[in-house]
C-alpha cells in the first residue's frame, strides 16, 4: 500500500497544500474604547496557512511541516498584546508567521470579536485577511 502511495506521489502534482486552526477562542484585550481594553472579550481566530507539504506526506516527521501547535502559540503570544484595531492584531500575526516560517505561501485570517458592544444583535465583528507571500513566488 505505501508503494502505491508513492506512485501516486510521484504522477501527480500539489496544487496548494495547507495547516489550518480553526476557531480558536481567545480571551483579549482589543479595541477602540478604553474599557474594551480593561475588560476584555472573546475572540475567535482561524488560520489557514500555505505551506509545501510534500517533505511531511513522505517524511511523517513533524519537522518536515508547520506545527499546527506552533502556529497556534504563535498566534496566542500575538494575540495577548492589546491594540485598538482588529486590522493590527490580524497584521502582526501574519507578519510573525511569514517571519517565522519563510516557506510560507499564503496566509488566511479571520479575526472575530464575539459580542462586540455596538448596541447590535449580532454575533461577532472583525476582519478576515488574504496574504500572498511574494517571496515565494517563482
Known amino acids: 500500500m505505501q508503494e502505491l502511495w508513492r506512485f501516486k506521489m510521484w504522477i501527480m502534482t500539489i496544487n496548494s497544500s495547507y495547516i489550518y486552526i480553526d476557531d480558536v477562542r481567545f480571551r483579549a484585550y482589543h479595541g477602540v474604547l478604553p474599557q474594551e481594553r480593561s475588560v476584555g472579550a472573546d475572540f475567535l481566530l482561524s488560520l489557514r496557512v500555505g505551506y509545501p507539504l510534500e517533505r511531511a506526506m513522505e517524511s511523517d516527521s513533524v519537522e518536515d511541516t508547520l506545527n499546527y501547535a506552533e502556529l ?8 495577548a498584546v492589546s ?3 482588529l486590522e493590527h492584531v490580524a497584521g502582526r500575526i ?14 488566511d485570517l479571520r479575526l472575530s470579536k464575539k459580542n462586540p458592544p455596538m448596541g447590535g444583535d449580532l454575533s461577532g465583528a472583525g476582519v478576515e485577511i488574504h496574504l500572498i507571500n511574494d517571496k ?3
Do not use: F, G, M, N
Not at 501574519?94 to 496566509?107: D, G, L, N, Q, Y
Open 72 to 79: 497556534y502559540e504563535l498566534a496566542r503570544r500575538e494575540i
Open 83 to 85: 491594540s485598538c484595531l
Open 136 to 138: 515565494t513566488e517563482a
Open 94 to 107: 501574519a507578519k510573525a508567521i511569514c517571519s517565522r516560517w519563510p516557506e510560507v505561501t499564503s496566509v
